[in-house]
C-alpha cells in the first residue's frame, strides 16, 4: 500500500506478506547482511558485556568507597550523552591515533575504526548501561542477611556470590541482557560515527534503513527494515518481561 501525503514526497510502503512466504522473499541479500550483522554485533557486545556487567554492578551496590559516586555516574554516561557525542569519545580514544587505540594498532595490529569490531565496540558502550541498571536494581533487592547467614556458616565470598547472590540475581541479568541486546539492534549514532556506514562491515539494521532513506525509491526498503526493526525490539521486550516474571516466581516458589 502507498500513502502519499501532499506537499511532500512521502511514501510508506507496508507489505504484509502470506504466512506461506518464505524469509527469503520478504528481504534481499542486502537486508539480510544487514540483519545478520546486526544480530551478531548485539549478541557479541552482550557476550563482552554481562560479566563486566555483573561485576560493576555488585560494587556499586555492595561496596562502599570513595568515588562511588563518580564511578556510577560515569557507568551511566551513555545513557545522557547524545550517541554522536559518545561515538566522536570513541573515535578520540579508540581511533588510529587515539591514545588506546593507537596502543592496540603498535602492540596487537588491532585496528577498530571501520570494522565490525569497532562496531561491536560501540554498541557494547551504549548497552553497558542498560545492563548495568537492570542487575543492580535486582540486586538492591536481594536480602543482605542471606549472604551473612550464608558467610556464618563458613562459606567463602566466592561460595557467597555464586551460590546465594548470582542465582538470586538472573531476573535482573536476563531482563538487562535481553533489553540491551534489543537496544543493540537499533544503535545507530555511535556507531555511524564511530565506524561509518560500510556495507558488510558496518553497516547494521539501523544504518541500512538510513541509507534506503537517503536513496531515491528506497521506499520499500525503508519499509521492510522498519517493520523488522520494530518486530525484533517488541519481541525482545516482551522476552525480556516473560523472563523475567517466570524467574521470579520459580525463585519465589523455590524459597518459599
Known amino acids: 500500500m502507498l500513502l502519499h501525503v501532499p506537499g511532500r514526497p512521502v511514501a510508506l510502503w507496508l507489505y504484509f506478506g502470506s504466512w506461506s512466504r518464505t524469509p527469503a522473499m520478504l528481504l534481499n541479500a542486502d537486508e539480510w547482511q544487514a540483519l545478520r ?3 551478531e554485533v548485539a549478541l557479541w557486545s552482550l557476550v563482552w558485556n554481562l560479566p563486566i ?21 560515569l557507568v551511566h554516561l551513555p545513557l545522557v550523552l547524545p550517541p554522536v557525542l559518545t561515538g566522536y569519545l570513541l573515535l578520540v580514544l579508540f581511533g588510529a591515533r587515539g591514545p588506546i587505540g593507537g596502543w592496540l594498532l603498535r602492540t596487537f595490529g588491532v585496528h577498530l575504526i571501520f570494522t565490525t569490531a569497532g562496531t561491536i565496540l560501540a554498541v557494547a558502550v ?55 541486546f534489543a537496544a543493540g539492534l537499533g544503535e545507530f549514532g555511535a ?26 525509491n528506497g521506499d520499500a526498503t525503508a519499509a521492510r527494515l522498519a517493520i523488522t526493526s520494530f518486530t525484533l525490539g517488541l519481541l525482545a521486550l516482551v522476552l525480556s518481561e516473560w523472563l523475567s516474571r517466570t524467574l521470579r516466581r520459580q525463585l519465589g516458589r523455590g524459597t518459599a
Open 37 to 39: 550483522l546486526s544480530l
Open 191 to 216: 556507531v555511524i560515527t564511530f565506524v561509518s556506514n560500510i556495507p558488510g562491515a558496518t553497516r547494521t539494521l539501523p544504518l541500512a534503513l538510513y541509507t534506503a532513506l537517503q536513496t531515491p
Open 53 to 73: 556487567a555483573i561485576a560493576v554492578a555488585w560494587v556499586l551496590v555492595r561496596r562502599h568507597f570513595p568515588g562511588r559516586a563518580l564511578l556510577d555516574a
Open 126 to 180: 551504549m548497552t553497558f548501561p542498560l545492563m548495568v541498571r537492570a542487575i543492580r536494581l535486582t540486586l538492591e533487592g536481594i536480602d543482605a542477611g542471606l549472604e551473612e547467614a550464608a558467610r556464618t556458616l563458613g562459606a567463602g565470598p566466592l561460595d557467597r556470590f555464586f551460590s546465594i547472590t548470582l542465582p538470586l540475581m538472573l531476573p535482573g541479568i536476563l531482563a538487562g541482557a535481553v533489553t540491551a
